[in-house]
């Protein structure tokens, strides 16, 4: 399988000029073309840092019919791969709600699943509903047997769980899946300064702490691997810093290993074949 993971760093409420910058990031990359999975950041075309249901309200779109599924439906026909993309979505039918959501669509543009994230961050807080469904873990399209998350879906919920829960990595493993992914608008503690400093190199203590997070999966390794893909932003919003990082492990009985990583502050579309050998082993034996 071929996957490929765009990050980039979209502005806050500029849809159309975000879509450009994706666009163009795309165009510009050697796609192959037999491209298997597109996955784009959590609120990929609209930026994430809201503060209220009011400041995101022009940018709501509605279930699976706003401009993020249709640009995600036309670059699936293009590229001939399932695409996911994260956006603000808004039900249609009463009672109205919000959620913070991914999309997933077929290479023939059919609706795969609208998942909508289960453990939201305090700036979800102030407009999104908690999905209602924790987690997805099933069947997606060609994909096979996957489990989805959003971000702070990797975290303890709400910050008050027991670290050892690890809620959404135990999902992952009661369900077998060989595939995980995680779009993501991941936060650092990196000053704007040190973003632009070796822009092309990773943060390795936010790495560190996703590959963390998902100790269940290597403590019960086996020879089957399992792929967990970690598709994040970069850039920066109002105050907020993104840690960017797109992380694309491998986990079996033999440990961690790491396919590639994307730098904090690099916009590029990073490309993956999962059977390839990784470039670098991150931790042997399970431990």
């Known amino acids: ?35 298997d999975w597109l996955i784009l950041p959590e609120l990929a075309f609209t930026g994430y840092n809201f503060h209220s249901l009011e400041e995101i309200k022009p940018y709501l779109e509605p279930t699976t019919s706003g401009i993020s599924t249709q640009w995600a439906v036309q670059v699936a026909a293009h590229y001939k791969c399932h695409v996911t993309v994260g956006y603000p979505e808004i039900t249609t039918a009463e009672p109205i709600t919000q959620y913070n959501s991914i999309v997933t669509v077929s290479p023939t543009g059919v609706i795969l699943n609208n998942y909508r994230k289960s453990f939201l961050y305090y700036t979800d807080e102030t407009w999104s509903s908690e999905g209602p469904d924790r987690f997805f873990s099933g069947q997606l399209g060609a994909l096979g047997q996957v489990t989805l998350g959003i971000c702070m879906d990797i975290n303890p919920y709400k910050f008050i769980a027991p670290w050892e829960d690890y809620e959404f990595a135990n999902t992952a493993l009661d369900n077998k899946s060989p595939l995980v992914c995680v779009s993501m608008a991941w936060l650092c503690h990196l000053s704007p300064e040190e973003l632009m400093l070796d822009p092309s190199k990773a943060d390795i203590a936010t790495v560190s702490y996703w590959v963390e997070r998902f100790q269940p999966l290597v403590e019960k390794a086996r020879d089957t691997p399992v792929y967990v893909i970690l598709a994040n932003r970069c ?3 109002k105050t907020v810093c993104y840690a960017g990082s797109t992380t694309v492990l491998k986990i079996d009985a033999g440990g961690v290993s790491l396919y590639e990583t994307l730098g904090k502050s690099e916009e590029k579309c990073l490309v993956v074949d999962l059977n390839e050998r990784p470039k670098f082993q991150v931790r042997g034996d399970g431990r």
């Not at 990050?7 to 491209?35: H, K, M, S, W, Y």
């Open 235 to 237: 850039g920066m919003e």
């Open 1 to 35: 399988m071929k996957i490929a993971c765009l990050q980039f760093a979209p502005e806050i409420g500029t849809v159309q000029e975000n879509i450009q910058r994706a666009d163009n990031i795309l165009r510009r990359t050697q796609i192959p073309v037999n491209l």
